[in-house]
């Protein structure tokens, strides 16, 4: 479609131009040209004009000649029937005539199929049977079918084909009524502060549903506000084909200016103002903070004081200004000492809030040592500063801390204190001297101490120190061995059996073990029926010396030395139980309950419960017995008639006797 841009004047004379086609794909190209001459417009020619409709004539069949078939010349490919969208009408409107050749010797039918005719949308397109006149009946809408593809029929009355069908395709010409659509209508985009021209920040994106390929669908961007207009009313640019948003000057500085809001047109027909038509959004651009700033120290000087003796106090607050944005790692504030601590007694650690450095103190202060520290501390930010910066990374400062003498505890030396001491002292005995000292060397001291366990000194103002006194006592040979089991058995021959014995001291090594074992010379029945045999340092065995000794019990004096310096003897009395042995070497006598262990008591309370248990059978037996006669006596006082068994069970068949007699007792 060809139109008039603007006014301008015609000559009368013809003026003439070309027009140029080319194929996106096959880079195929056409030229056409296009006459304009003045001519009046008479009413009865523009009624002459609508009158002048396109005919569209069937192609003729292929016929043979001389034997071959022919292609007739009229056998050729129908053009696009071109139809402009929202065509005011009136309606129907008449589009083209389609005819046969035919009708002069045939009464023929016309019809058209496809979709906009007979198949949805239906009823777009009709077409009259008789004159065979195409007509649309209503205004097109290129957005929503752009291309309508029919075919033209033509039969006899009897509905026979005459003709092949033919295809008829209408394109629905774009015609620009509908404005460009931004995607969103508020963008939101970020550039950092500092960005050099050219910086690419965000790209906005309209749409048009005209067609793309035409200039009613073809879109052109550009700026139309810039809010704030500071440092430049002309900060951004906008490429006006594809809506990438750049920088064009320098100077963004977030901390001046935090955001920027463009107003953005998108208007087709290639950005024509007077053709086109437009649409608006808007660009938030965000200007993104870089460390640009370093943090300020807000003093050259800052004091604090801290009791000496005291940790994980804080000791004085350090306060920084820093122009970048607050809780970011640009603003974040890192601090360290620098010098006046070699000692590390002090750490610094930012609070993340406030963003303050909070000095500490890790390490206990003496103030008799040192009463004062000057450090010099720095601070920066947890990332560098941006490239071209010229302030210095960092700031600098100094801390005076006074460190305040507080009263604090004496304490002994060394502590704890450790002394042996044999045993078996006498009360009175002089110990040890135990020495308290005062750290503090400029307070007046006044020490006095009490022992509780601990030793402790106090003083005015009363503090008091701690100190342990350790006392080892060192054993001494003072404790004489003895034979361990008091009380033995072993059968009246020599085997199988023997006794085993050990020793008892009270005393410690090198006092007690190892031990000697012997027998007196005294009486001689002794070493005459024993002998005793030293296994070890500890152990001994005793066994029968003579082939049989009578079953009784017999006391063996056995003499036990342990290894003391000097060492220490002592006569101790095994009880021996002599007895009558079974072939495994077991006693088979009655009085072996008390060789093995169990005294006479133990004996007397077992036969004691035996006798309980015998009596409480005697008494549940005379209670059964007397229970029967009371159940005898009862069944006598009752009525025959009124029996007990009748009132609790009801028997169906009859009987009675011992029998029943048995089964209600149990029922009851």
Known sequence: MVYAVRSFPLSSERSKFLIYAQDKETQEKW????????????????????????????????????????????????????LPENSRGPFPQELVRIRSDRDKNLSLRYSVTGPGADQPPTGIFIINPISGQLSVTKPLDRELIARFHLRAHAVDINGNQVENPIDIVINVIDMNDNRPEFLHQVWNGTVPEGSKPGTYVMTVTAIDADDPNALNGMLRYRILSQAPSSPSPNMFTINNETGDIITVAAGLDREKVQQYTLIIQATDMEGNPTYGLSNTATAVITVTDVNDNPPEFTAMTFYGEVPENRVDIIVANLTVTDK??????????????????PAGRFAIQTDPNSNDGLVTV???????????????????????????????????????????????????????????????????????????????????????????????????PPMSGT?????????????????????????????????????????????????????????????????????????AQLN??????????????????????????????????????????????????????????????ILLCIIILLILVLMFVVWMKRRDKERQAKQLLIDPEDDVRDNILKYDEEGGGEEDQVSNVLNL
């Not at 970048?324 to 601590?341: C, E, F, K, L, M």
């Not at 058995?489 to 190892?514: F, H, K, R, V």
């Not at 079974?582 to 060789?595: A, F, L, P, Q, Y």
Request: charge should be negative; hydrophobic fraction near 35%.
């Open 467 to 539: 100190g342990t006194l350790q006392i080892y006592l060192l054993d001494i040979n003072d404790n004489a061995p003895q034979v361990l089991p008091q009380e033995a058995e072993t059968c009246e021959t020599p085997d199988p059996n023997s006794i085993n014995i050990t020793a008892l001291d009270y005393d410690i090594d090198p006092n007690a073990g190892p031990f000697a074992f012997d027998l007196p010379l005294s009486p001689v029945t002794i070493k005459r029926n024993w002998t005793i045999t030293r296994l070890n340092g500890d152990f």
């Open 544 to 605: 029968l010396k003579i082939k049989f000794l009578e079953a009784g019990i017999y006391e063996v004096p056995i003499i036990i030395t342990d290894s003391g310096n000097p060492p220490k003897s002592n006569i101790s009395i095994l009880r021996v139980k002599v007895c009558q042995c079974d072939s495994n070497g077991d006693c088979t006598d009655v009085d072996r309950i008390v060789g093995a262990g169990l005294g006479t008591g133990a004996i007397i309370a």
């Open 31 to 82: 030229q056409v040209a296009v006459k304009l001459s003045l001519k009046p417009t008479l009413p009865e020619d523009s009624v002459k004009e609508s009158r002048e409709i396109e005919e569209i004539v069937f192609p003729r069949q292929l016929t043979k000649h001389n034997g071959y078939l022919q292609r007739q010349k009229r056998d050729w490919v129908i053009p696009p029937i071109n």
């Open 324 to 341: 970048d944005q607050p809780h970011t790692p640009a603003w974040n504030a890192v601090y360290r000492i620098s010098g006046g601590d």
């Open 362 to 460: 890790v390490k206990p202060i003496d103030f008799e040592t040192n009463r004062m520290y000057v450090l010099t501390v720095a601070a920066e930010n947890q990332v560098p500063l941006a490239k071209g910066i010229q302030h210095p990374p960092q700031s600098t400062a100094t801390v005076s801390v006074t460190v305040i003498d507080v009263n604090e505890n004496p304490y002994f030396a060394p502590n704890p204190k450790i002394i042996r001491q044999e045993e078996g002292l006498h009360a009175g005995t002089m110990l040890t001297t135990f020495t308290a000292q005062d750290p503090d060397r400029y307070m007046q001291q006044n020490i006095r101490g009490k022992q509780a366990g601990n030793l402790e000194f106090h003083r005015i």
